[in-house]
Structures are given as structure tokens and as C-alpha cells.
């Protein structure tokens, strides 16, 4: 009897993650077939199946992501991968394959984290002798991240759906500021990290140099790194073998109740939302119903399968697999990335889920043409669904109208999801500077972020008793000869070194701790130009730090234009004063009275430039001498611009916002 009964609940425990909801909560013995494991609905279901996930158990899967500093050549090796897979042709004329965005291609970096399932047959005893086809078959997730510091997030989220990682190093550059970042998010994960040494082909490659740095820096095995050249093929056969034999299949459990970890979503026309999912226990199948731990929404699902590498229905998703799902979600606040999806009316703890995105630059964002609010409103709406990284609120400004304000992982995420607005909805937008959230502490004890600098308005019954910025802590690699002039840069860009010392002969390290609004504009790009293009920089966030700031106003005709305000440390404030003064004078054109542009403290002037007014010839047509019907004419001219000065408004062009964002140091 207690055979019997052992019997049953191992049959049903390997059974019943193929099982539709149906069968698997009802009696098993029905289910069993000739001893075949799959009910007639599950049959039925995975007809549409061009993949049959069934042969896949946890041990037969692999979960791994190819994390790199900018440009290491993640994207190339996820391509060659790809190719020696057969998931995509060779030759398939499209570079970088899983960078799909038209952003992600012109500006060649990878902005989104892309994932795709391939097939690998494997053959442990290395005995490549021995038939090929007999050799058991992996499926294999991979995941190509962003190299750029905005994007860490999405490489963090990607993360929490891998055992392993490739730690891609280039072979001539040596590691780098975001190899350092990325190397601690995947060991802080406990993730098997498996150092690979990329383009090995470059004259200048000097792989015994990064492999002293790997194993200084982060303590890894230096006979362990894999050699490669994305770009010719060389030594890219050990990587595949390699993931397999040094990353740990995923640990869910097959027999426990539906856990699946939201990693993303996106908007598509046709299907609605689509959510990419990491099961990591249970089992789910087309036409199950889902819920949502965040919201107890109930979903059925509609669609299910892999990524391979596109869109490719499979019916069902088991443990430890990464695939997508459609279940009739409408927007990303239904969709939230991190949240725990598990069987309707099935109780489970949810997963840990990610940190909340940290949002570290706000700009406003308005109709460049005002009346086209609603189709702004539109395009931000279906892009947030697909970044949902953005945090948008509504909000007017007297000089733009309505509008939105929106928050961002860095200026280069914002720059991004500005380009993506325009060339994938066709919104035309134009941004306010971007400021920094700061916070504000009032004599009768509340504490204010403040997001947009306009809303920093004086209040007779209280006043302002402390500012607070927000800080990083900065980590810069530089060749030894540049070391010099990136102290004083950062001494001018108010940092605090904290660590400073030498990865070999010729690189330094230097960790640093300063203002986030001194880096967000433009601070990169400087250090670039200081350091020939050799620096590297990565930050993270660390905590407020007291200091003194400034509301720093722009006057046209004397109104403030609330779109141009800005907070600036109170040191800043005459340099950033007269710096946009002169910009806004460049841009605004000649008009038909005079305007006075003024930056201000308050009621304190620092900075004035003035554009005169455009004069008229009245006296054109006037032949002959008569003076008094000369003077009669000029004192009317000169009345209607006086009242064109007190009634008319200053067209500011959209130019003007533009180079303001340019206002590159404080
Ligand atoms: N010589 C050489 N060039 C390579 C190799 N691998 C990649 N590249 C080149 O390096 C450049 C960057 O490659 P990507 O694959 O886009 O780099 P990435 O790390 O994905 O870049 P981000 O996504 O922006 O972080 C491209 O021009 C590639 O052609 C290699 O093995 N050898």
C-alpha cells in the first residue's frame, strides 16, 4: 500500500507540472497512458507547439547572461552563439541581432536586455568522436545586457533569471569601470561567473594582462578564462561547453505550486502586453489562469512560449525556464516587472523581486507643438509600457502649457526614451533642464523632493532650514598619465576622493564620491576628452549630503520662465546664470520690441543680456525734409513698441530648450 501510495506521488509529482490546470488537480490515474506522462488536453495543447519544452527538465536547462563594459563585444558573441546554435542563419546580415531597437542600431549600444532560447546538444565526455546526435540536448537561455551605467538596472533584473554569467573582457582594453560594477552585481547574485577574454584577434590584445587583472581585482582563476574572438570565430567552441559544465541548471521545483518572476513587458500592437516570465517553480500552460501577487488581478493566458529568438509558441513553460506569456494585461501598471505570477486561487510566497528603479535625473517633457498634448500623452503611455523604468506624472508649466514630468535612470536613458518618443510614435518633444531630485527641509519640519526646481516656491510661513543633494560614489580607471588632470576634474566637480591605487603598471583606480548633478550633465563626456577617450566611469548611488543650494530663476521681460529654472549649488550660481543668459540670447530672435533675459536669485540679478528690438524704417516713405512729421512718426512707432513690450510674449524657439540641456557644467 505505502508502494503504491509512493508510486503516486511520484508519478504525480513529475507529472503533474505537464498537466493543464484541469487534469493536474484531479485524479492522476486518468491521466496515465500507456505510461506516458501527458493527458489528451496537454497533447492537444502542445500541437501548436513549434518546440516540445517537455524534453527540457531543470537539469537540462542553463540560464546564463553575457555581462561586459560598453563595447566589449557582448552583443557580437550573443550573435556567434546564436549562429553556432543554429538559431539564427550564419550570415543573417543583421549585426548585433538581439539589439532590435532603431536606437539600439544607430547609436550601437544595447538599451534593453534581450533574451533567447537555443538548442545544444552536448556531449560531457568530451569524446567528440562518439555520435553527435546521441549526445543529450540543452536548452539554453541567454540573455544579452547594456553595458552603459543608465541601463544597470535592466542588467540587475536580468540577473535574477540566471545561474551564471559570462564576464565578457576585452582583450586589449583590460577591465574596465562597468566590468568592475557588473563583476559585483553578478557575485553580490551568487552567480558562477565564467571569465571570457574577448577579441583576441586585435594587434593590440594582451590577454595575459587582463587575465592579472582578473585574478587581482576579483580573485578569479585565470586558467579558467576562455579566449575568444567574436569577430572570428576563434575559441568561441569552449564557451557553450563551458556554460554547460560551470553553470548550475535552476533549482526550482517541478512539483510545487506555479512561482513565475516578471522580468519584463512590452507593448505590441496586435497581442496586447507581453510579459517575459522566468518559471521558477511549477509549470504553466496555454489557457491556465493566473494571478498577480502585487494586484490579485486574474489572467488567463492566451499565448506561452520562448523567445527562440523570436515569438515562438510552445503552449506550456516548465521550471526554470524563460520564456513569454500573453494574458489580456493592458498596461505596465498591470504588468509590474518583479512581481510574482502564480496559479489563480493557489496561494504562494512570492518571489523577492527587484529593487524598485531609482530614478536619478527628472525633465519635463512637452508637446513641442502645445496642442498636440493628447498624442503626446498617447506615445508616452504605450513607450512606458514598454520602459517601464520611466516613473511619469502630470504637470503645467505657464511656458509650455501641460505636460508631463518624468524620471530617469541617467541623462542617457533619457536622451533614449526622447529618441524612441519620436522615431517609434512620431511625438514631437521638447525637454526641460534636467535636474536632480533634491530635498528641502522646512522650519515647520516637513521634508519636500523636490522633482521639478518650478515647485520650489517661497512660502512666507515657512522657510527653508536645510538642502540635501544626492550623491555617488564614482568609479574611475584611467591610464597612469591621465591621473593629473581627472583629480582636478573632479575637485572642480565638488568630489571627495575616497580610494585611489593601481590595478597594474600602467592603469589606475580611483573611487570617488560626488554631487549626481555635477555628472549627470556632461561630466563623462568631459572626462573622455581630458583622458583621449581612454578613462572609464561607473557610479552607483549612495546617500544626501548637505549642502548649499540655490533657486536660480530666468527672467524674459521680466516673467520667470518656469520651464528654465534650476537649482545650483550657490557657488554655480553666477557662472550657470550668465552661461544660460548668453545661450537663451543666441537662440531667441530679434523681435519688434526689446528683451531683457535675466538670470536671478530671488529678487537679485546676476546675470542680464539684452536682444533689441528690430526697428522698423517708418520713415520709408517720408521724402522730403519735414522734420516735425519725421519726429511725429518715430513717437509712434516708438508707443506701439511699448505696447507691444507690456502685452507681446517672447516666442522662445524649441532650439533654446535644446542648447539649455547643453549647459554643461554648474
Ligand atoms: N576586433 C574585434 N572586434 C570585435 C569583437 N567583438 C566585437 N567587436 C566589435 O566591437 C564593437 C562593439 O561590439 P558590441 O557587440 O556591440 O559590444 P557590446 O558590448 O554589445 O556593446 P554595448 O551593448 O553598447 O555595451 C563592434 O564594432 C564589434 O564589431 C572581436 O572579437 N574582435
Redesign the pocket.
Known amino acids: 500500500m505505502r508502494a503504491l501510495y509512493r508510486a503516486s506521488r511520484v508519478a504525480s509529482s513529475t507529472l503533474r507540472p505537464f498537466l493543464c490546470e484541469s487534469h493536474r488537480t484531479g485524479p492522476l490515474q486518468t491521466l496515465v497512458e500507456g505510461g506516458r506522462s501527458f493527458c489528451s488536453h496537454a497533447r492537444e495543447k502542445s500541437r501548436d507547439a513549434a518546440v516540445d519544452l517537455n524534453h527540457y527538465p531543470p537539469e537540462r536547462i542553463r540560464n546564463f547572461s ?1 555581462i ?12 556567434r552563439l546564436l549562429e553556432l546554435t543554429g538559431t539564427i542563419k550564419k550570415g543573417h546580415g543583421q ?2 541581432y538581439l ?1 532590435k531597437l532603431q536606437v ?1 542600431r544607430e ?4 538599451v534593453k536586455a534581450q533574451t533567447a532560447t537555443m538548442f545544444y546538444r552536448h556531449n560531457f565526455r568530451q569524446d567528440y568522436t562518439s555520435e553527435m546526435e546521441n549526445a543529450p540536448k540543452f536548452l539554453l537561455n541567454l540573455v ?5 551605467v543608465d541601463f544597470s538596472y535592466e542588467v540587475s533584473r536580468s540577473l535574477a533569471a540566471c545561474q551564471g554569467v559570462l564576464l ?1 573582457v ?2 586589449a582594453q583590460g577591465v574596465q569601470a ?1 566590468t568592475v560594477a557588473n563583476f559585483y552585481l553578478a557575485f553580490e547574485s551568487n552567480l558562477t561567473i565564467i571569465p571570457v577574454i ?5 594587434p593590440t590584445a594582451d590577454p595575459d594582462r587582463v587575465k592579472a587583472q582578473l585574478k587581482s581585482l576579483f580573485d578569479l582563476d585565470p586558467n579558467l578564462a576562455l579566449l ?5 570565430g ?1 575559441g568561441l567552441e569552449h564557451v557553450l561547453p563551458a556554460v554547460i559544465n560551470r553553470i548550475p541548471s535552476p533549482s526550482g521545483k517541478c512539483d510545487s505550486p506555479l512561482r513565475m518572476l516578471l522580468l519584463d513587458s512590452y507593448y505590441d500592437e496586435y497581442k496586447g502586453v507581453i510579459c517575459h516570465v522566468a518559471v521558477v517553480d511549477g509549470a504553466l500552460h496555454k489557457g491556465d489562469k493566473i494571478s498577480s501577487s502585487a494586484t490579485g488581478q486574474v489572467y488567463e493566458v492566451s499565448d506561452i512560449g520562448i523567445m527562440h529568438p523570436e515569438l515562438t509558441p510552445t503552449g506550456v513553460l516548465l521550471t526554470g525556464q524563460v520564456g513569454y506569456i500573453v494574458s489580456g494585461m493592458r498596461s505596465t501598471k498591470e504588468a509590474r516587472v518583479g512581481d510574482t505570477l502564480h496559479q489563480a486561487k493557489i496561494l504562494v510566497v512570492p518571489l523577492p523581486g527587484f529593487k524598485p528603479a531609482k530614478h536619478m535625473v527628472f525633465s519635463g517633457l512637452y508637446p513641442a507643438d502645445g496642442s498636440d498634448f493628447d498624442a503626446l500623452n498617447h506615445a508616452i503611455e504605450r513607450l512606458i509600457c514598454n520602459d517601464a523604468s520611466v516613473s511619469v506624472t502630470k504637470e503645467t508649466s505657464t511656458a509650455l502649457g501641460m505636460g508631463f514630468r518624468c524620471g530617469f535612470l541617467g541623462l542617457l536613458h533619457m536622451d533614449v526614451f526622447h529618441q524612441r518618443l519620436e522615431q517609434e510614435y512620431g511625438a514631437k518633444v521638447l525637454s526641460t533642464i534636467p535636474t536632480v531630485p533634491y530635498i528641502f527641509d522646512y522650519s515647520d519640519g516637513s521634508k519636500v523632493q523636490i522633482q521639478n526646481p518650478a515647485a520650489l516656491a517661497s512660502n512666507p510661513r515657512k522657510t527653508v532650514t536645510a538642502c540635501w543633494e544626492p550623491t555617488v560614489f564614482a568609479t574611475i580607471i584611467i591610464p597612469s598619465e591621465y591621473i593629473g588632470p581627472v583629480i582636478t576634474l573632479c575637485s572642480e566637480r565638488r568630489g571627495e576622493q575616497l580610494e585611489y591605487s593601481f590595478i597594474d603598471s600602467q592603469r589606475a583606480f580611483m573611487k570617488y564620491r560626488l554631487p549626481l548633478r555635477e555628472i549627470v550633465v556632461d561630466f563623462y563626456n568631459e572626462l573622455k576628452s581630458i583622458t583621449s577617450g581612454y578613462a572609464s566611469f561607473d557610479y552607483e548611488d549612495a546617500e544626501y549630503q548637505k549642502s548649499d543650494l540655490v533657486k536660480l530663476d530666468i527672467l524674459l521681460n521680466g516673467q520667470p520662465v518656469d520651464a528654465m529654472t534650476t537649482i545650483v549649488h550657490s557657488l554655480k550660481a553666477q557662472r550657470v546664470g550668465r552661461e544660460l543668459v548668453e545661450k537663451l540670447k543666441k537662440f531667441i530672435d530679434r523681435q519688434m520690441f526689446e528683451i531683457t533675459i535675466q538670470a536671478a536669485i530671488g529678487s537679485r540679478v546676476i546675470a542680464r543680456e539684452t536682444i533689441s528690438a528690430m526697428r522698423k524704417n517708418v520713415l520709408a516713405k517720408c521724402y522730403g525734409g519735414d522734420i516735425s512729421r519725421k519726429r511725429k512718426l518715430l513717437e509712434k512707432q516708438k508707443e506701439g513698441k511699448k505696447r507691444m513690450k507690456r502685452v507681446g510674449s517672447v516666442d522662445i524657439p524649441q532650439e533654446a530648450f535644446h542648447e539649455l540641456l547643453k549647459v554643461s557644467k554648474e
Do not use: C, M, W
Not at 547609436?107 to 544595447?110: N, V
Open positions: 553575457i561586459a563594459h560598453v563595447d566589449h563585444g557582448k552583443s557580437t558573441l550573443a550573435d549585426p548585433q539589439d539600439e547609436r550601437g549600444i544595447t544579452d545586457t547594456p553595458g552603459h565578457v576585452d582583450a562597468q574577448n577579441k583576441i584577434d586585435q575568444t574572438s567574436a569577430k572570428t576563434q
